[in-house]
């Protein structure tokens, strides 16, 4: 009895106090019979030990064992074999043996299992279970053992990790032994191709093939890159051991998604025992090539623009002038490149006006044929332009004239002072109202014969004026040009202009006349024409003071003639210089949304453009300034869906020779037309990537854009007969991540989709192709460690021990518990009942 309760054991001490409450129970029985509060003092005192749960202790000691397990499965080179069976630790009299693959079995002739003497069948050394394995060792009677586990550590059925906490409480140690170095391995494989996940058509791209040698020597053989199941590319190659990358440049077509695959074929078979890896394959998704429709007004025009937007990776069609134009129907931009109105009939102008309206982009450059006043006027171009194409409003000037009249003493021959008084009245006549007259006398000092005033004023008055002059003196012609100078620099008029009339010599240096002149010219916009009279005057001068003063020379023998001439004088405006002679350059407009981004600040020269008026609501992105009106070179704005661009200049050359050797001149139309196209679904930057991981195919999404956190992203897969959704798993910002249920070797399609604040975004569909079976039994080049270091770790065991003293089984004393609660609850019950029977029947009824 006394060893009894020495080895007793309350879990639930704190029920025990309640036995203090025995002396209660016999107040409230008193006047009963001593056998009725004996029995209940019983019962009372067995529930109250039931509930302190009382265990019995008792301890048992486990004998330990020493197991081996030889995994026999076809992922085992026999170079591995014939370690398992010299290696130094083998079995000893009284250890367990099991050899295992697809199933376990225990074995007593390890040896020759081991070798390769037994048929290995019935363990279906076609596939490894390490879950098979230790699931027949923890149905193994309780006891401390060891395991020393001879295999490659990677399993193709099962999933050994789902074990991990059941061994950690079985007291199994896993020592999993391994040899020094990985058994050489006669096998080639074609790891990866490496290419970019999405791209455009006719885009040049680089294909990397990584092909890796498990053999100890060079493997000659061919290698095959095919593009969608048609050869591209194949080679004979020599590969030495190791991994090495073969590189290979090639264009996308113009398909949705295209395969690029690379198989290798050894000339010898014996050095490849295993060929299902033999080949890997890439998926790229392709972009279709923005089209653009050139349509050019000469042949040629167009060819630096069409050499360009190629080189921008745009499709460019161009028919030859003189040919029907295709509908704009499928192109993302329309060009009128100096092309005349007459080539198109109303209904396609009417077509390019509805497809730049529904969201596609149209530019018009180019020089008359484009832009000339009148041209496209009522027609839906007109209305398209971000520009006016009609003439602007031309303002009427008013002009400023003063006749200077040589009235020296020569002058009264052949009436030569009468027929220039009358010339001046002609003038008079022929000035409007808001003109200006004024009349210089001239000798050796200028003479103002009537004050440079408004025609209207002096109407009445002029000729009375005029006959004032009077025929006397020399001839001095400098002051009195000085004295038109004067007067004309302070009168405003939009042109201004002296008529100078003399028949003889004058004083003073010809370079002080041509430098006065070309100043007033130049500086002052007052342009000096020269009537020379009889066979006296100095002609090279005033030739030459008509020619630096931007006017004209006349030259009469007659006096009568000079009213007309002077007539014609103020009738015909000076030629302007030639539009070549002139450069005009352009300058950017603050604010440009075309121009956004685009670096460069100063543009090249141009020898013309043709003027336009911007439109209400359109926008100037570079513009040339001038002193009256600025003019836009560059302007754009959108219409409808769409956009449309004017450039008021050529692109062959024309007038845009600087333009064509500008440096920046491709990276500008991109500009343009990158603006022009109609804008795509706006991805964020983002990679995908799919690779097998641990039998696994893994799907792994990296965004590279901030403020996408509260993204979900879900996948579609389909292919081989399979189909399959489900959500991406965010585990960092930026990265997603999911398994694919992908089993069976064939080509997958999967479709990515983005759900962020209420939209719906759909990502280029990526392709993966699996070469083989993933749970395929294979050889492999390398150990699966981690997995290894997982049962160590979880068992208390390690890899390769280095102590041959680690790896012996004691025997092990543990304590054990035996429960009483159900005993003494027992046995409460039947006294319970007893001492029922025994007052009711057994005792006198007074009890």
Known sequence: MKDFLSHLYFNQPSYLPLLLLLPLLWLRLRGRSLAVILWRSVVFLLLVLALADPLQVGEQGRAGERIFAFDLSRSIPEQMRNWMAKQGLPPQPGDRTFVFAGEPKEVANWDRWVRGEMSAAAIEPGQTNLEALFSALLSLPPAPRSLLLFTDGWETQGNVERLLPSLALSGLKVFPLLPPDRPVVANVAVKRVVA???????EGISLKVMVENQNSEAVAGNLVLRRDGQPLRSETVKIDPGTHIFTYQTALPDVPMVSFQANFTPRNPESD?????????????????????LLNGHSGEGRYLEEILKRRGFEVTSPAPGFTPPAPTGYQAVVFNNVERERFSAGYLAGIERHVAEGNGFLMLGAEGSFAPGG??????????????????????????????????????????????????????????NDFLGVLGFDVEPFVVVPLSAMEKIRGTVSAQIDRLKAQGKTYLYPAIVEAKRQLERQKAGRKHVIILSDGETGGSGSDYIDLVSGMKDGLKITVSTVAIGDQPNIPLLKRIAQYGGGFFHHTYDPTTLPQIVLQQIKEKPAEEPLAEKDFTALPVKGSELLAGFAERSYPPLKGFIKTEIKRGARVDLVIPQEENSSPLLASWNYGKGKAVAFTTDLHGRWSKEWIGWGALERFWGQVFDWLRPPGEPLPPHEVRINLTDGQVVLDLYLYAE?????????????KGASGEGVLNRLAPGHYQTALPIAAPGDYRIGLIEEFRGQRLSYPTVGYTLSFDPKAEMIRHEFNTPLLEKLARSTGGEINPKKDESLKVEEKITPTFKPLRSHLLLAALVVFLAEIIFRRFLLPATI
Do not use: C
């Open 196 to 202: 970019p996940h999405q791209g455009t058509s006719g």
């Open 273 to 293: 025992r295993f060929s299902q890896d033999n080949q890997a394959t890439a998926w790229v998704a392709v972009r279709t090539k923005a089209k653009v429709l």
């Open 376 to 433: 496209y006027q009522k027609t839906p171009i007109e209305s398209l332009l971000p520009v006016e194409l009609r003439e602007p409003a031309k303002e009427e000037k008013n002009r400023a004239v003063i006749l200077v009249i040589d009235k020296s003493g020569s002058m009264r021959e052949e009436g030569r002072l009468l027929y220039a008084k009358e010339a001046a009245k002609t003038v008079a006549g022929q000035l409007k109202d």
């Open 707 to 719: 403020g996408r956190d509260a993204a979900l992203f879900r996948y579609s897969l389909s292919g």
